[in-house]
């Protein structure tokens, strides 16, 4: 991705300006035992640009991830006798959405696989017209439900609608932008097919699965493609092997998140959201080397990696 690409579509901050004008992200994440993926999603969103972020978490973690933050805010919700978040943490969605206003969600990271907050995801992503980043257990709520990713014209809602086309007429509707970011063996669950189909075929797969449900894929991994729906593809090249570490795909997600949420169009928001994180974890690889490297030290070099370009 060339630099003066990027810069065509990173925000100019005029002097008058506070900030609502760079977006909210919601970031609805975390479990027992995976506040760090909360963590890193939120900072990350943070540090690459977002004006407000959010961080929904079951209520008992609150203290431990207030604790850690100090400009994200957090939300603390209904939660499972597991810890993670319950059903019941819906309407409370809800109401944060209408009152607060947060123009892109974030949903997934260290989530669990509790049936009560897999239940919960499919609700989000059934009903929310909010566009939305989905990674992790976000997108393990979806094997089986394929059909609730499909991105078409939802019915009038009462929730914020800052992406996607009005639709005027007999029940207004709204096509909000779904991004999906998997990595080999996610996409192979979704799919129900192999890892081997999907790395032998990385590039025509994504670009089906983005037709077919008109959304944004990015199929992590070597040279992660992000495909469009229109049949768009980029594939990038920053990156390294380093980076195959926990948490990293958490930063992926809350970048992606920011980028959206600070009026980017949703493709070349994608795009530079993988181009920055790898490019923050090669001068990671340069500075600690790639088999020390942590999703941290990607987080620590998201402001060098914009300053850089």
């Known amino acids: 991705m060339k630099k003066n690409s990027i810069n065509k579509f990173l925000l100019n901050r005029k002097p008058n300006t506070h900030k609502g004008d760079y977006g909210h992200v919601f970031v609805i994440a975390g479990s027992l035992g995976m506040t760090g993926a909360a963590y890193l999603t939120a900072q990350a969103a943070l540090l690459s640009g977002s004006g407000?972020?959010?961080?929904?978490?079951?209520?008992?973690?609150?203290?431990?991830?207030?604790?850690?933050?100090?400009e994200v805010m957090t939300k603390p919700m209904p939660e499972t006798k597991q810890k993670s978040l319950s059903l019941k943490?819906?309407?409370?969605?809800?109401?944060?959405?209408?009152?607060?206003?947060?123009?892109?969600l974030a949903v997934g990271p260290g989530l669990s696989q509790n049936k009560q907050t897999q239940a919960l995801i499919r609700k989000i992503v059934s009903s929310v017209n909010l566009s939305m980043v989905i990674d992790a257990d976000g997108?393990?709520?979806?094997?089986?439900?394929?059909?609730?990713?499909?991105?078409?014209?939802?019915?009038?809602?009462?929730f914020p609608l800052p992406y996607g086309?009005?639709?005027?007429?007999?029940?207004?509707?709204?096509?909000?932008?779904?991004?999906?970011?998997?990595?080999?063996?996610?996409?192979?669950?979704?799919?129900?097919?192999?890892?081997?189909?999907?790395?032998?075929?990385?590039?025509?797969?994504?670009?089906e699965t983005?037709?077919?449900?008109?959304i944004i894929v990015v199929l992590k991994g070597h040279k992660t493609i992000v495909a469009s729906p229109k049949g768009k593809v980029y594939i990038n090249r920053t990156g390294n092997p380093g980076m195959a570490s926990a948490g990293c795909g958490d930063v992926l997600t809350g970048m992606i998140a920011s980028f959206l949420g600070q009026g980017i169009e949703p493709f070349e928001?994608?795009?530079l959201g993988v181009y920055l994180h790898g490019l923050a974890g090669d001068l990671s690889a340069g500075e600690v080397g790639q088999a020390s490297l942590r999703a941290t030290d990607v987080l620590g070099n998201i402001p060098k990696a914009i300053k850089t370009i």
């Open 52 to 70: 407000l972020v959010t961080l929904g978490i079951p209520k008992s973690l609150n203290t431990i991830l207030a604790r850690k933050f100090v």
């Open 210 to 214: 983005a037709a077919k449900y008109n």
């Open 89 to 104: 943490a819906f309407s409370e969605i809800e109401k944060f959405i209408l009152s607060r206003k947060p123009n892109v």
């Open 269 to 271: 928001a994608a795009k």
């Open 165 to 207: 086309e009005r639709v005027k007429g007999e029940g207004e509707c709204v096509q909000r932008t779904t991004v999906i970011t998997p990595h080999p063996g996610e996409m192979a669950r979704l799919l129900g097919i192999s890892v081997k189909d999907v790395q032998e075929n990385r590039k025509n797969i994504a670009k």
């Open 139 to 158: 997108l393990n709520a979806l094997v089986g439900h394929l059909d609730i990713l499909y991105n078409g014209k939802y019915p009038p809602h009462p």
